[in-house]
């Protein structure tokens, strides 16, 4: 992978990667796809992306990242799609999986083996993306194209 993106991994249960290891790979995923990201604390989510400088739009996107060995809440999932109109923002939920290859989507992933820092080895990742849509009235649509970045803040004036 030319120009791949590299991550130094802990390990958690079972050899699976840690929850902030899996963040920093999908952090990995959407500035490689142009993003400027930063923490979602404040929405309830891990991250928010921003599709130019955060001084002159608003986020567009909340990213939730989901436990590795657990199915989606039901609960969790339906908190944070009724709050997002309100946010204005786009929920999108990102999993995180092994790639059995290195390829032009995968993240490298570097993990340390045992105490010996010299033996490390390279895992690739791949992010699956689901974005989840909603409006403030669901029965009243309206034919509105909204692109990311649109939402730009009022500029103060000197």
Known sequence: MSGGSKCNAS???NGELG???RVSIARKHFVRKGYRVHSGLQ?????????DLPSRVHSDFCVH???ADTRLNWMTIQTLVRSMPELHKTLIIATIRKSS????DAIAFEKDVGNDQS???KDY???DELAV???HAPFRHKNITKEVGFQLKKQKIK
Not at 43 to 51: D, Q, T
């Open 125 to 127: 990742y791949i992010v």
């Open 101 to 104: 290859a290195e390829n032009d």
């Open 43 to 51: 929405f309830g989510c891990e991250l928010v992306l921003y599709a």
């Open 65 to 67: 990242i989901p436990a």
């Open 133 to 135: 849509a909603t409006e």
């Open 19 to 21: 929850h902030s290891d």
């Open 11 to 13: 390990l958690g249960i």
């Open 119 to 121: 033996k490390e080895t």
